[in-house]
């Protein structure tokens, strides 16, 4: 599956910029431009194998940011940022790592940012920054590559009050494949939508009284529409509605292959802060549909779970949100489905120490001999809480060799999404170890509370196998 341009606004703090940007006359041609938000723009060229040449267009007079974000989460914690200004003595750039959410960033120990040429223009409030620098640094440590593999590279933006760099006046968060023309090409999912052979179907809340209590878990059964004989989910897209969005925690979908949401059910979506809508590769999709199946694989109906978080216990909050799934009746080769690696459960009896804590869950091979063959999964997510800092799913073969190693450096609850940089296969007898990091004041505990952690791998695959979690 081709992977094209892709851009979501994740997270926008404080301020929007002004107004639209000047003509500038740049030092030298850019092959590529896109607007990332509103005032902020960016032109690049690739040069060679080893180069990008880099120009930050932004409605500022202030200091001015962007960088490459911690590549699972996309997330400002882990960022590998360049800040710069324009004074009277001219343009100014310093390299920088977030070393954590929260954290100022520090100036790196390698500066590894060229500062080509500089501009400000009062009339428009418009700096330009053209910069330079190898894509793949040799300081690993503080340093993010930017990749040609197809998936589009998470980055981060931001502005400030002044030219002393410092807290942030307005920031954002998106995706580019700076590879790839983005004029020339979709996002995933209109691609998905402009097709005639697609139907929507919204599963949403329908008008939900919100609760005045800290969390509330709310479940509505759907069933598939009964014309539908025998079709496969290929995308799924959060709706969160923007009365209730700070009180929506997330969304867990299960599928059953019965109607009324009865008998055995098979997880087979999860939404959380940070996530983008879900395109399924093109070789899978989710099985649905009334007609007769001898593997009993159809999903006939969908229990949406809403998690509602109310810490200051808000009154008369109403909420309409959920998904849409788009399906088709032409089949794909394979039914995916969802594993949950780690805690599933979320029961582990003793309080989180205070301070750091590393807690390790393992599934060993015998779990993954009850498959009947390989698996190959081509999604991954972690899920923690407020208080996690860091996730990673280590996978060894059965003979204890290290395959890979699934990792979120810098995890945080609000940036959450499908890690989808690689398609890797799972065999039986492997050895699978989720490892979650903590930090607590000592009074927290595993549980489905928001206050609560959980330490959760949600890995999607095909094909599809009645093997519960592990």
Same mark, same amino acid.
């Given at each position: 599956?081709q992977v094209?341009? @892709?851009?979501?606004?994740f ?9 639209? *940007?000047?003509?500038?006359e ?9 607007d ?10 690739i040069v060679g &194998? ?7 267009e ?5 200091? @001015? $940011? ?11 914690g882990?960022a ?6 324009v ?23 390698c ?16 700096t ?9 640094p ?14 589009p590279t998470?980055?981060?933006g931001?502005?400030?009050?002044s030219?002393t760099? $410092?807290?942030?006046?307005?920031r954002?968060?998106?995706a ?5 023309d983005?004029?020339?090409?979709q ?11 697609? @139907? ?8 939900y ?14 069933e ?14 959060? *709706?969160?509605?923007?009365s ?12 059953y292959t ?10 087979v ?6 996530? $983008?809508?879900?395109?399924f ?11 007769? &199946? +001898? ?5 006939k ?19 309409? +949100?959920?998904?849409i799934?788009?399906y088709? +009746?032409t089949?794909?080769?394979h039914d ?10 979320v029961?582990?009896? +003793?309080i989180l ?16 001999e ?5 698996i190959?999964?081509f ?8 208080t ?7 996978h060894?073969?059965?003979n ?7 990792n979120?450096?810098?995890y945080?609850?609000?940036?959450q ?15 699978? *170890?989720?490892?979650?990091i903590?930090?607590? &004041?000592?009074t927290?505990?595993?549980?489905l509370g928001?206050?609560?952690?959980m330490c ?15």
């Amino acid at each position: 599956m081709q992977v094209v341009v @892709v851009f979501f606004l994740f997270a926008l703090l404080c301020s929007r910029l002004q107004s639209a *940007q000047a003509d500038i006359e740049f030092s030298r041609e850019y092959k590529y431009s896109i607007d990332l938000f509103e005032g902020y723009k960016i032109h690049w060229t690739i040069v060679g &194998d080893d180069f990008i040449n880099l120009a930050l267009e932004v409605v500022s007079l202030e200091w @001015v $940011g962007f960088g490459i974000a911690e590549p699972a989460t996309g997330s400002m914690g882990g960022a590998d940022m360049i800040t710069g200004y324009v004074d009277s003595s001219g343009g100014h750039i310093t390299d920088r790592w977030a070393v954590a959410k929260g954290v100022t960033p520090a100036a790196d120990a390698c500066q590894d940012w060229t500062l080509l040429s500089w501009q400000e223009d009062s009339e428009t409030s418009t700096t330009v920054l053209e910069l330079t620098r190898l894509l793949q640094p040799a300081d690993t440590r503080q340093d993010r590559p930017i990749l040609d593999d197809g998936v589009p590279t998470k980055v981060v933006g931001a502005w400030g009050n002044s030219d002393t760099f $410092g807290m942030h006046k307005g920031r954002f968060t998106g995706a580019v494949n700076f590879f790839v023309d983005p004029s020339t090409l979709q996002e995933p999912l209109d691609q998905i939508k402009a097709r005639s052979d697609v @139907v929507s179907w919204a599963l949403l809340s329908s008008s939900y009284p919100i609760p005045m209590q800290r969390t509330t878990y709310y479940e509505k059964c759907f069933e598939v529409p009964e014309v539908v004989q025998d079709a496969h989910v290929i995308a799924i897209e959060h *709706q969160v509605d923007p009365s209730s969005e700070p009180y929506v925690h997330h969304f867990v979908v299960h599928g059953y292959t019965e109607q009324s949401c009865s008998r055995t059910s098979h997880m087979v979506y999860g939404w959380a802060p940070g996530s $983008g809508p879900f395109v399924f590769p093109e070789e899978a999709g989710l099985r649905i549909g009334w007609g007769t &199946d +001898s593997e009993g694989a159809k999903f006939k109906s969908f229990r949406v779970q809403t998690h509602f978080d109310n810490p200051t216990l808000v009154p008369n909050l109403i909420d309409n +949100s959920g998904i849409i799934a788009y399906y088709t +009746s032409t089949l794909r080769q394979h039914d995916a489905g969802i594993l949950q690696l780690g805690n599933p459960t979320v029961f582990y009896g +003793s309080i989180l120490p205070s301070g750091i804590s590393k807690y390790v869950f393992n599934c060993p091979s015998s779990c993954t001999e009850e498959h009947k063959g390989p698996i190959t999964v081509f999604r991954s997510s972690g899920h923690m809480h407020a208080t996690g800092r860091q996730f990673y799913t280590e996978h060894r073969r059965a003979n204890e060799s290290a395959v890979r190693r699934t990792n979120m450096e810098f995890y945080d609850f609000n940036f959450q999404d499908f890690n989808n940089r690689e398609v890797y296969i799972i065999n039986p007898g492997d050895h699978l *170890q989720t490892t979650c990091i903590y930090e607590t &004041d000592g009074t927290v505990i595993f549980g489905l509370g928001s206050e609560q952690e959980m330490c959760i791998d949600f890995i999607m695959y095909y094909p599809l196998s009645n093997v519960g979690n592990w």
